[in-house]
Every structure is written in C-alpha cells, then in structure tokens.
C-alpha cells in the first residue's frame, strides 16, 4: 500500500482512484500549488507518489506562473485561460525544483493538450489522458501507479550498479527490466562514463535467461582490418597473419549476450555483415561459405546519435532499424543525477574502499588503529561526528568537501567520480598508516583540500568554459517578448542557483566572468523577484 497525493482542482480523480483503486491511500485533493505545497511540508516523508492534473479552474490569485506584464498591468484574459489550462505543468516545475526524487503522474482529460513532451522534458514518470470510461481509465491509472511504485521499491543498488531515485534512471531501469528478458537488441546510449558496459553485463545478461556467456567487444580499440574476424570469426588463410580457423565474437557468445561498445565505429563492410548476421541468424566467417547458426542477444551501445549518424551516411539506414531503435535506452550523466549524490557516494566509497585497489591498505589502517578488519564501513557527511560504535569504521566528508564534489560538472561521469574517490581514499589512508593512531581512530576524515586538488588536477576545460554554461529552460507562450525574456532568465538564475548552493559569486564567475560581480548578480537575482528564503523552503 502507498501514500498518494492528488493535485487536482476537482473531486473526479481522486474519487475514481478510491472506487477503483483502493488499496493505496489518497491524500487531497489539493486545489492548488499552495495547497499541495502545505501537505508536503507536513507529510513529505510518507508520500510515495504525486497524481496531477494538467488543467485547474482556479480563482486567478491561486494561480503560480501568471505572466508579469512590462508595464506592470495585471495579465490579460487569454494570459489567465493559457495560465489555467496548463496550471499542473507550473506546478510541475516547482515539484521538480523542490523534490525532483518525488515521482509525479501527469493527468489530463483533454486530447487537445499535448503533455507527451512536457512530462518528458519536466521528468514526470508517467502520463496519461483519461477517455471518459471509468473501466478503462482506471486500469491505465493503475498499470502506470504500480509501475512507478515497483520502481520506488527496488533497491538503489543492485550489485555492482547504483540506480538512485532520479527519475531519469527509474525509466531507464523500468524500461531495461522488460527489454533484458526479450529477444530484440537493446541500444544503450548516453554519455561515456554513464555505466553502459556495466549494465550490460550485470543486469541485461543475467536477466536474458540465456545459459551462455558474456562477450564484450569495444570496436574503438579494433584495427578496421581486423573488425569483421574479431565478430564473425575467420578461416586459415582469410587473411595475412591467420594459421587456424577461429571463432569471432558472435560464436563465442551463442545462446549469450554479446555487448557492442561504441557501435558508430562499425566499419561500412562489417555494418553489411551484422544487419545479414541478425537479419538470418547465421553466420559466415570470413574465408568460409560454411553458416554457423547463432542465437545471441545482441546489446550495442554508443555516446553517439546513431540517428544522426544515418542522416550523415555514415550508418546504414537499414541496420539502424533492424538494431530497433524504439528500444534505446539513453543514460543520463551524472549532473543530471544531483539528488543521488549523498547516496551514490556513500555507496561509490563503500563500494571503492572493499575493492581489491584498496581492501589491503584500509585493513592495514584498521589494525592499526584496533578495528577488526571484517567490521563495518560507513560513510558519513556533514559536520558533526558521530558517535563511536564498536568494530565500525566511519568515513567522514564535511560539508566543504560535500560542496566540491556537487559543483564539480564530472564531465568523465560515474567512471570519474569513483576514480576520483579511489584516488581520495588511496591518499587518505596512505598518508595515515604512517602516522600515530590517536583520539577517535575510528573516524577518517576525506579532507576538503585533498579533495580539491583532485579536482583541480584532472580538469582539462578553462575556469570558465568557452561553449558557455547550459541548463533547460520551459517556454511559456506570452503576449509581450520583455515577459517571455524575464520569464527565462528566472528559470536559469534559479537554476543556476540550485547548482551553485546560493553562492552569488560562482554564479558571478560563470555570468560574467568575474566572482567579484556577486553584488550585480544579487540585485538582479532580486529585481526578477526571486528570494533565497523560499528557494531555501521549497515545499520540505
């Protein structure tokens, strides 16, 4: 059973969801932003989920989102409709602004509204559009509830990946659970770094049912004469330097998994060769007429736009879709996952601090100071330290190094964030086992300067990024351009302030070049209307 908050400004949904869906309790509805905003500040803790409704018929002083006009006349009737009728995408915003972990379904009854790209572009988990048939919609509501909450249970870790509850990688963990066990291939796509390889392995493979084992092939690091025998395996004498028949990738992992990184560097012969290899499900090595018939599941993956690459021919069309792209699976980069990052670093430095890098030296710091080497490791952040508890060994980053590793963009993604606190703990433990263990051995401090000096060491990119800093924005449709600019530049100051942590002047460095123009930052933080107060408050 779940809490469910419904944000609606009618009594139709939320009294279908208690008729035909009563085994979650549901909380509202609430009739506007400020309604919703009360119960959440009271109930946060125990809210699984958010339904929302798109359209709200509400008095215009309950209305969030109501353009500004320049002249400072109040907003015309067309602005207050156009503001009514997409009321929950406002709405919307604020949650994501404030709770972007809480999962939220949009809902609407109207087919004129287009929600599709807003719930994709705002994170809302699901949507849906009621068809007037309390049948129908009901089971559509509860497929998409039980779905989310499926999501919500599972664990933030599972082996060697970290999930976390960014909605970015719920979908793309409830997408994965369906596509693993199908025959079709799976694209894997997003940023390097993003953990694509490693999803590949420990989570689509052994969900296959397949019996057979798992191939990985990077076609990077290939020699382009050297791709089409690597893959389908070659015959004595196919080419200089062959003495012996040998199997090829898709052999080798019949009745398995075979992993295709960065598929775009597919040579123009060897993308023939694979789009005959899954079109028959045999195949030829190169020297041979004899075909070998393979059942292989086939998981590709690249930091590219294979779509793209098909517009630029450099990709055949029909590959393209016969790899079926309606199963790409895109992976968010880490600065798209800054609600998990407390999570995923005590799970990354637990997870780095057993590993076979470093187990022996925290053993050896753990004699040392009297620990039994099988004893607990936990991380903690902030200031205090916490109180001793026998055989536990804590790990502890203050608030600044907390501070350095959110401002940080990680351009290398979860492979750099893990080095960097590999590299963290190796220079922490390395530089206490030479030193006397007294007072508290049981706390190791990460100390923000080491840290520091990591970051500061592997960053290839000017202070000041020359392509400019980058955020989304949400156009609203307005009757005057001065509303529409200053609706934008409150979008991306308040933004930019979320990422920074309120310091005017980093903001100041990536504006204007220049910390020391806080002051003008501020002020015009402030003429736009924005408060620190609130953007602090939020709705916890």
């Known amino acids: ?59 215009v002083e309950q209305l969030i989102g109501l353009p500004t006009n320049a002249s400072g006349a109040p907003p015309d009737d067309k602005q207050i409709a156009r503001t009514r009728r997409r009321q929950g995408l406002d709405i919307l915003v604020r949650l994501r602004r404030h709770l972007p972990d809480l999962p939220v379904v949009l809902m609407t009854a109207r087919d004129d509204l287009d929600i599709d790209r807003a719930a994709e572009r705002l994170d809302a988990e699901e949507y849906t559009y009621f068809l007037d048939d309390e049948y129908v919609d009901a089971r559509s509501l509860r497929v998409q509830i039980e779905n989310v909450l499926k999501a919500r249970r599972g664990q933030d870790a599972e082996g060697p990946i970290f999930w976390g509850r960014a909605p970015p990688m719920q979908r793309a963990r409830a997408r994965l659970q369906v596509l693993a066990r199908g025959r079709l291939p799976v694209i894997l796509g997003g940023p390097t770094g993003t953990g694509k ?33 690597t893959l389908f395996g070659s015959a004595r004498g196919s080419y200089t330097g062959s003495v012996a028949d040998r199997k090829g990738a898709f052999e080798e992992a019949d009745n398995g998994t075979l992993f295709l990184d960065e598929i775009g560097n597919l040579t123009e012969e060897a993308q023939k060769m694979l789009l005959g290899v899954l079109q028959e499900g045999t195949v030829t090595r190169l020297g041979d007429v004899l075909e070998r018939r393979v059942d292989v599941k086939l998981v590709v993956a690249t930091h590219e736009d294979l779509g793209a690459l098909v517009r630029q021919g450099r990709f055949r069309r029909d590959l393209y879709m016969r790899l079926n792209p309606a199963c790409t699976v895109v992976l968010p980069p880490l600065i798209e996952r800054r609600g998990d990052l ?184 402030n003429q736009l209307g924005l408060k620190v107060r609130e953007l602090k408050g939020g709705a916890g």
């Open 1 to 59: 059973m779940a809490t469910i908050l419904v944000i609606d400004d009618q009594d139709r949904y939320v009294d279908l969801c208690r008729r035909a869906i009563p085994e979650h309790t549901y909380l509202g509805p609430a009739r506007s932003w400020r309604e919703a905003a009360e119960v959440l500040k009271k109930q946060r803790r125990s809210i699984d989920l958010v339904l929302l409704d798109v359209h709200f018929d509400i008095p």
């Open 197 to 229: 390889s490693l999803l590949a392995r420990h989570y689509i493979h052994p969900r296959s049912g397949r019996r057979g084992k798992f191939v990985s092939v990077d076609l990077s690091t290939i020699p382009r004469d050297l791709v089409g025998a």
């Open 342 to 525: 407390l999570r995923l670093l005590g799970w990354t430095a637990r997870h780095v601090a057993e590993g076979l890098q470093l187990r022996s030296l925290v053993n050896e710091y753990r004699r040392r100071a009297g620990l039994p080497e099988d004893g607990e490791l936990v991380v903690c952040t902030g200031g205090d330290v916490p109180e001793p508890t026998p055989g536990r060994l804590v790990l502890l980053l203050p608030d600044r190094s907390v501070q350095l590793l959110r401002r940080h963009r990680w351009p290398g993604n979860l492979r750099e964030f893990a080095m960097t606190l590999e590299n963290a703990l190796t220079f922490t433990f390395a530089e206490l086992v030479g030193l006397p263990v007294g007072g508290r051995g049981d706390v190791v401090q990460v100390r923000p300067k080491l840290l520091r000096d990591l970051l500061q060491a592997v960053r290839v990119d000017a202070p000041v990024d020359e392509s400019g800093w980058k955020c989304n924005v949400h156009i609203r449709a307005d009757g005057t351009l001065n509303h529409l600019a200053q609706d934008v530049e409150r979008q991306y100051f308040t933004k930019l302030w979320e990422q920074e942590e309120g310091d005017f002047a980093a903001m100041a460095r990536i504006l204007m070049g220049d910390p020391e123009c806080a002051r003008k930052v501020q002020l015009r933080f």
